[in-house]
Structure formats: structure tokens, C-alpha cells
């Protein structure tokens, strides 16, 4: 090889960005944004012949169309932030919790344990009590079980947490058929419809009010918690490095199991409010795949509870509109999974570009 050869730089060339300033970023989200929605719009006309922007102001339209679309928005928000918060402590500190999907279903399975098992036997206040408590320490202990592993035995705890998630489904599956009803539905049903003991109580006339106040309280409560208290800097810092956290004398074991407490009780709470305010059923389809989604709403608010509101919204905003474009249009479902994975592609494949730069060389002088 000459000399002139090995002197020679690439065209093209990936450089990690030093900083970037956080309008910066979010310019380069909006775009993503922006691109995601042409491209979709592309699809659309291809696939259907219709106009992208009549299909667009039906995706506002099944979003924000009447007052209660807009409460179901809401919603939606408010379960999937309330999944999404519970596994940021986890995500911070490097614990790759995939079994919120699972955690959830146990702490909805206790909630529904409580309401048949003592619907009819204590106070409807003590109940709820009964049940906030029991559906707290189930997700709690659900988590427990891959975290001590973790911290004992240095087991993988991506694939642990994500075989509970199976467990959970099962024990869920199994409590469905004993009890189904009515019989030989193998299905639960609406529990306590008559009596509505252990139903969470309505704030006025608005049915999901008290879910998206508990929700705004607990966001509250985990930007306050990674960000301010001791125990928060404790997860930044075995997220960083275990090493470092030891040097530093910080018990790297005890943090671990105290924040996938955390995790599994904050996700307990999600399948109390889906159970006992909102469905209140219980099936292996209740957690609806968000604790799943959940990963990635953190993750492109980089851990922090306040952006997560917002990638909640634009997550749960195309989901319903999309699924709006289905029904007015004659569209299968797999139609609106289709614009809903390009608009996610972008925005995930958005943060190559916050994180790296492309430089290209238009010129360059070869020694000689």
C-alpha cells in the first residue's frame, strides 16, 4: 500500500458527538417526527388512494374527537407512564427489568384475589386498603426473585425477568378458568359488578380522574427520588459502574434489591388501578403489552419522568389515531401496526443522530 493510500481519509465518516444542546436534540426529534409522518403518508397513498391529510385529521379525530376519546387519551397516557416509571429506577441503574410486562399481571392478580376473596367479608375502605397493600407487595416480590438472584449469583437479568413474564401469564391463565364467570367461560368477567366492592372510587363524574392524579403524584415522586435522594444518586452511580460504587463504599447488592423493590411495587400499583379502577377484570391480557412498550418510552427520555410524559403521549396518540384510520378506512389492524412502527422507527433511529454526527470530507490534501 502507498503512502499516499494510507494518508487517504474515508469520504464518510461516524463521529460521537461531544454535547449537544437539548434544543438541539428535540430540533432533531421534531424532524424525525416530521420525516416519519411523510413517509407515512407515502404508504398511505399507496396503499389506499386516499388523501394523507384527511387520514391525519382522522388520527386527531380518534384521539381527540370527543370528551371521552379524550379521557380514554388520558388514559392511556396514565397507565403506560405509570408502567414506564416503574422500570426507569431499574433502567438507571443498569438492571434491564423486561419483566414489568409480568409484574404488572401479579399485581393485578392480587388485586383480584382481594376483591372475590373478601368483596363480600370486610369494609369496602378497608378493602381497598387490603388491596392497594397486597397488589404493592406482590409486584414487589415478583421483582424480588431476579434481583436477589442478580445479586447473589450475578445471574443475566434481561432473560431472567423476562422468563417471570411466562410464569406470571400462566398463574394469571390458571386463576382465570377457577374463577370464570360465568362457568365455562373461562374467563373471570366483571368482578363484584353488583356490589362494586373493591372498585376504586370516581372523582365526580370523570371515570379515569383518579388514575391519571395517582399517576401525576408518582411521576412527581420518582423525578424527586432519582434525582434528589440519596438513594437516586446510589442508582447513578452503580449505573455508572460497580466498581466505582463499591470504592465509593456503596452496597451494590443491597441497591439492587432495593430498587427492583421499588420497581416491582410501582408496577403493582399499575395493575391495581388497571384491575380495580379500570377494567375491573383481570386477563393474561390486561398489562396489554406495556410493559414492553414502557422500555422504550424511557428510554427516549432518557430516564427522566417529566420527558416521559411527553414520549407516553405521542406513543398512546398514535396508537389511537392509528387504530381510528383502521376503522374509518376498512383497514385491517395490521395497517395501523404499520404507521405506528414507522413513526416509532424515526424516533428511535432519531437518537443515532443526537448521539454520533455523519462529517463528510469534500476535500482533503494527499501528502505527498
Excluded at 188 to 216: D, E, F, K, R, S
Amino acid at each position: 500500500m502507498s503512502k499516499k493510500e494510507k494518508m487517504r481519509e474515508p469520504l464518510i465518516h461516524i463521529v460521537k458527538r461531544d454535547s449537544i444542546s437539548k434544543a438541539h436534540a428535540w430540533g432533531i426529534r421534531i424532524g424525525a417526527v416530521l420525516i416519519s409522518l411523510i413517509v407515512c403518508a407515502l404508504v398511505i397513498v399507496t396503499v389506499t388512494g386516499e388523501n394523507p391529510i384527511s387520514i391525519y385529521a382522522t388520527m386527531i379525530k380518534g384521539a381527540f374527537g370527543t370528551q371521552r376519546r379524550v379521557w380514554n387519551l388520558l388514559q392511556g397516557i396514565a397507565m403506560l407512564l405509570c408502567v414506564s416509571l416503574a422500570v426507569t429506577p431499574a433502567f438507571k441503574m443498569r438492571f434491564w427489568n423486561i419483566g414489568a410486562e409480568g409484574q404488572v399481571l401479579i399485581g393485578g392478580l392480587a388485586t383480584a384475589a382481594c376483591m372475590i376473596c373478601l368483596g363480600d367479608k370486610v369494609p369496602n375502605a378497608l378493602l381497598i386498603i387490603i388491596m392497594i397493600i397486597a397488589s404493592m407487595a406482590a409486584g414487589a416480590v415478583w421483582a424480588l426473585i431476579p434481583a436477589a438472584f442478580k445479586a447473589k449469583f450475578n445471574t443475566n437479568e434481561t432473560l431472567f425477568t423476562l422468563m417471570m413474564n411466562y410464569v406470571a401469564i400462566q398463574l394469571v391463565s390458571y386463576f382465570s378458568m377457577y374463577w370464570e364467570n360465568p362457568k365455562g367461560s373461562g374467563k373471570i368477567g366483571i368482578i363484584n359488578q353488583a356490589t362494586h366492592a373493591g372498585w376504586l372510587p370516581t372523582l365526580g363524574n370523570y371515570n379515569y380522574l383518579l388514575n391519571i392524579i395517582i399517576v401525576a403524584l408518582l411521576t412527581v415522586f420518582v423525578y424527586i427520588y432519582l434525582k434528589y435522594s440519596k438513594h437516586g444518586y446510589e442508582i447513578s452511580v452503580v449505573g455508572e459502574s460497580d466498581n466505582t460504587a463499591r470504592y465509593i463504599g456503596i452496597n451494590v447488592k443491597k441497591v439492587i434489591i432495593r430498587t427492583m423493590l421499588l420497581s416491582g411495587a410501582l408496577c403493582g400499583v399499575a395493575g391495581l388501578l388497571l384491575v380495580g379502577s379500570t377494567d375491573h377484570t383481570l386477563s393474561t391480557s390486561t398489562a396489554d403489552n406495556r410493559g414492553f412498550t414502557a422500555i422504550m418510552v424511557s428510554w427516549l427520555a432518557h430516564f427522566n419522568p417529566i420527558y416521559m410524559i411527553l414520549t407516553s403521549f405521542l406513543i398512546v396518540f398514535f396508537e389511537k389515531g392509528a387504530g381510528e384510520i383502521s376503522t374509518v378506512f376498512g383497514l385491517n389492524e395490521s395497517f395501523s401496526d404499520i404507521i405506528v412502527g414507522i413513526v416509532l422507527f424515526f424516533i428511535i433511529g432519531c437518537e443515532f443522530f443526537i448521539n454520533y454526527q455523519i462529517k463528510i470530507h469534500r476535500s482533503h490534501k494527499e501528502a505527498e
